[in-house]
């Protein structure tokens, strides 16, 4: 019973937030767009850059992989990359995200639309 008295109370919290939270929404857009992390595999022979928006900016191999010549273990090495780096980002999103839903005094749990 207490529990949805507090989801009331939330909801109230956020609805008088609204016209704040879309402006704050708006930055923080900008912000993960501007956001650079980079993950690394293979001793750092492939390196990619993502943003805050799980956009992949670009890739960096090293001469050493490419002499290589194995297809098999690039495609790992980008895959493991890759992977690292957005789970990065995931991370800083989630951080951002709450540092601004707790700056308009809401719920820092709280699943805010488009940041999943």
Do not use: C, H, W
Not at 39 to 67: H, Q
Not at 85 to 104: H, P, R, W, Y
């Amino acid at each position: 019973m207490f529990d949805m008295f507090r989801g009331i109370g939330q909801l109230g919290n956020v609805m008088r937030a609204m016209p704040k939270l879309k402006e704050e929404m708006a930055l923080l857009q900008q912000k993960l767009g501007q956001m650079v992390v980079e993950g690394d595999a293979g001793a750092g022979m492939v390196k990619v850059r993502v943003n805050g928006r799980t956009e992949v900016l670009g890739y960096t191999l090293s001469d050493e992989l490419l002499k290589l010549n194995d297809r098999e273990m690039l495609e790992d090495l980008l895959k493991a990359a890759t992977n690292q780096a957005l789970t990065k980002a995931a991370a800083q999103v989630a951080e951002e995200t709450s540092k601004m839903a707790m700056g308009l005094g809401l719920p820092a749990g709280l699943n805010l639309p488009g940041m999943s």
